[in-house]
């Protein structure tokens, strides 16, 4: 069971890094050298940078991407899991999976937090974090990574941002009702999940209207969204984009950043605290 305390993590304001490192082989930003066999040297280099979470996943969830099995995504992440966990014993560690099974096996093996960007779809994910007592991510959704860009999804009516906390605000009852715990559910609006590129820009904007619900945590990082604005088609190169969207949402009240960019958003929180005077929180 999870020893890992949300409460006291995010005590004292300011913004929490979780840095990312993608075990999937195809990752959208980094392609190949997200390869598996590197993960846990990735997860070291961003720890020494500052990281405060790591988020691993083992199954691509950009758009388009095809399913993979449970036991393949697990081939890919617990190796990762088990040397972190074993290097950074007080480490949160964070999994990103949509499927109920992964989050039961790698709660069981020292996980604290479960990211899922399938937003409960699948019936069993609820059940294994109540049980473990972890941290959930509810991450906002529709469909599946295959399906997400289809028309059906992307009508949100004349609100999205509304749309999006009703949606999230329905799932948060359904994971209450499974035994989760209300301080271990953070909120994610999901930034380039089933929505167009306005929409992300719109949840961007009036992120804080989503803080209400809980500890948002919001990731940006490389996103194609922010490519189409910059003019830049490479994710390794939309770093300015990026870490100018990361910034005006630590302003805005998210707890917690999900990037790849680690020492680059540390630094830049620094002199933000330093013009602001305090932390941004």
């Not at 846990?40 to 399913?67: K, Q």
Request: net charge neutral; hydrophobic share 45%.
């Amino acid at each position: 069971m999870s020893g890992f305390d949300p409460v006291k993590f995010l005590r004292g304001g300011g913004v929490r890094i979780m840095g990312i490192v993608n075990a999937t082989g195809d990752s959208f930003s980094e392609g190949a050298a997200s390869a598996p066999a590197n993960a846990g040297e990735r997860a070291a280099a961003l720890i020494g940078a500052g990281a405060d979470i790591i988020d691993i996943g083992g199954e691509s969830t950009r758009p388009g991407a095809d399913e993979i099995a449970p036991a393949e995504e697990l081939e890919r992440v617990l190796p990762v899991l088990r040397r972190i966990r074993a290097q950074y014993p007080t480490l949160p560690i964070s999994v990103d999976t949509r499927h109920g099974v992964t989050a039961a096996a790698v709660l069981a093996a020292g996980a604290d937090i479960i990211n899922d960007v399938g937003m409960l779809r699948d019936a069993e994910m609820a059940a294994a974090v109540a049980r473990s007592n972890a941290v959930l991510v509810l991450c906002h959704s529709r469909g599946t990574p295959l399906t997400m860009n289809a028309p059906e999804w992307l009508d949100y009516g004349p609100d999205p941002v509304a749309t999006v906390a009703g949606e999230l605000r329905n799932r948060a009852a359904a994971a209450l009702e499974a035994g989760v715990r209300p301080e271990r559910i953070w909120y994610d609006p999901g930034c380039g999940f089933a929505k167009t590129a306005e929409q992300n820009w719109e949840l961007i904007r009036r992120v804080a209207e989503l803080t209400g619900l809980g500890p948002v945590l919001v990731g940006v990082s490389r996103k194609s969204f922010i490519g189409r604005l910059t003019g830049e088609p490479d994710p390794l190169r939309r770093l300015g984009g990026t870490l100018a969207t990361e910034l005006c949402l630590a302003r805005s009240g998210v707890r917690i950043i999900r990037t790849h960019a680690v020492r680059e958003l540390r630094d830049a929180l620094k002199v933000l605290e330093e013009i602001f005077g305090k932390k941004p929180s």
